[in-house]
């Protein structure tokens, strides 16, 4: 029998900007542990879903996909939040 989806976590990812470096660090209180630095919105997305899964995968989960896209996809055009909402999805036997 092969694998299938089980469980879909969400996850809400926040971006904090350093003052004098520009450098962004994403965290997760979802997801403990969970540090992404980049330097650039584009660095940090692209990066998240490995991040996700490393630490999902040492916590002891099966994980089949992770996928982070921008949280601000609801928001007027004219506000932008910094932040990211990925999901993760386990996989069962």
């Known amino acids: 029998m092969g694998q299938r989806i089980g469980q879909v976590l969400e996850i809400r990812v ?3 900007q350093h003052k ?3 450098l962004l660090m994403a965290y997760s209180d979802d997801l403990p542990g969970l540090l992404v630095p980049g330097r650039s919105h584009e660095e940090i997305r692209e990066k998240l879903p490995e ?3 490393e ?3 040492a916590n002891g989960n ?3 996909r992770v996928e982070a896209n921008d949280e601000n996809s ?3 055009e004219n506000f932008h939040l910094s932040g990211f909402l990925a999901k993760a999805e386990m ?3």
């Open 20 to 22: 004098s470096t520009d």
């Open 62 to 64: 099966r994980v089949a």
């Open 51 to 53: 991040a996700i899964k």
């Open 74 to 76: 609801d928001l007027p």
């Open 55 to 57: 630490i999902l995968e």
């Open 91 to 93: 996989t069962v036997d």
């Open 14 to 16: 926040v971006t904090a």
